[in-house]
């Protein structure tokens, strides 16, 4: 990346971000920072609330949540009619695996590296039938291709895993796993959590069937609010049995006997929405498409390597794919201590996370390598 637009970036956005004039934030796989957009729409609610009370619902809140729906859609390269709204990717997950047939097909392959709440869905259901295989991670950083080739079956009603793995920062080749799963008859949800918002990710292209990813991390939303996006052409097929009013055709009539799933992906949302993340998750969408996730991507890689190179030079193993392709902006930082190092570095100002056996750094657009000069110098000293 030319050094004049990195530079541009950071001066541009770094103010929007009032949390870089007392500290250097290195966590935005966790939580992204909060920019005075997302703190000026979270006040534009509460002046709604207190002007307008519930009428604020059909003059403005429905609306934002439309808009919210569609800035989603966008991102992702996706029809609005394709994405829903759900309070976590847990809730989302719920009412998606409700609406999946394991009769004849009761396996679903998984990763160990995949965030513990995708796995859960599948071994809470172990009593119904469901057979849910959770592959190993050869090197705790990917998983092999290979791995679930071997894997899916005939037998596999789905392929459930990450875009990018929390655990490492590895960015899998989910064109190709869905590409497998549906050779095999199977369908692929992908857990694209680490990967909205700081990778481009285009769900059509990529061939899934369903990719879900929420507010609060690379996408600047805060938190209470999760992503769905489910293909087009499956959903009036897939019935959840975790349904809500916000799911059904005439939401407003108020008739508990008109049941009728909505024909579009919002047939799997489930009851209202948190209004205030709805707020301040549209202004973080619009900060993003407005940074470019191309320009994002080329501005984390390069602090990514910036981070990793540091680290290394200061003696520290890292956790992390050994093609730099495949890296994205999460650096795990292997450390004897690490909750005793992310306290020591939060006293020196320097944000961070841990993880177990690691320190876990994940610059956004937004940071600089004064922040990872920093980081790794107080880890080391
Ligand atoms: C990859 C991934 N999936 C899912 C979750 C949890 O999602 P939720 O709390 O919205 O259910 C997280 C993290 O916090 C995550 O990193």
């Given at each position: 990346m030319p050094k004049s637009e990195l530079y541009e970036l950071a001066e541009k956005y770094r103010p929007e971000f009032p949390i870089f004039r007392s500290a250097s934030y290195l966590n935005s796989c966790s939580l992204g920072a909060l920019s005075q957009r997302s703190r000026a729409a979270l006040s534009e609610f509460a002046d709604l609330w207190d002007r307008r009370g519930a009428s604020a619902w059909y003059e403005h809140w429905l609306n934002a949540c439309d808009d919210t729906r569609a800035a989603f859609a966008r991102l992702v390269g996706a029809d609005v009619s394709e994405t829903a709204l759900a309070p976590s990717i847990s809730a989302a997950l719920s009412s998606i695996v409700s609406a999946v047939d394991f009769g004849v097909r009761p396996k679903v392959v998984t990763s160990?590296?995949?965030?513990p709440t995708l796995v859960y869905q599948f071994l809470a259901r172990g009593a119904d039938g469901i057979e849910t295989v959770v592959l190993p991670s050869p090197d705790g950083v990917s998983v092999p291709l290979e791995s679930f080739a071997e894997t899916i079956d005939e037998r596999t009603a789905l392929v459930a895993t990450s875009h990018?793995?929390?655990?490492?920062g590895a960015i899998q080749d989910v064109a190709a796993l869905a590409r497998l799963a549906h050779e095999r008859g199977a369908l692929c949800l992908i857990d694209a959590y680490q990967s909205t918002g700081q990778l481009p990710v285009d769900a059509r292209e990529l061939g899934v069937d369903f990719l879900l990813s929420g507010a609060l991390k690379w996408l600047l939303g805060g938190a209470g609010l999760a992503y769905v996006y489910v293909r087009g052409p499956l959903i009036e097929g897939l019935e959840p049995t975790a349904v809500s009013w916000f799911g059904v055709e005439d939401q407003f009539a108020f008739d508990p006997m008109a049941f009728k799933l909505r024909a579009d992906a919002r047939r799997f949302e489930l009851g209202t929405p948190a209004v205030p993340t709805v707020y301040t998750a549209r202004a973080g969408l619009q900060l993003i498409d407005e940074v470019g996730v191309e320009r994002i991507r080329r501005r984390v890689s390069s602090l990514t390597e910036d981070l990793l190179q540091r680290a290394l030079a200061a003696g520290f193993r890292v956790r992390s794919a050994a093609d730099p392709e495949k890296r994205s902006g999460i650096v795990m930082v292997e450390h004897p201590d690490p909750a005793v190092a992310v306290r020591r570095l939060a006293e020196a100002g320097v944000i961070v996370d841990h993880r177990p056996g690691a320190v876990r750094f994940s610059p956004h657009f937004y940071n600089t390598t004064d922040d990872s000069q920093k980081a790794i110098r107080v880890l080391g000293g």
């Open positions: 160990e590296l995949d965030f990018v793995y929390f655990t490492s």
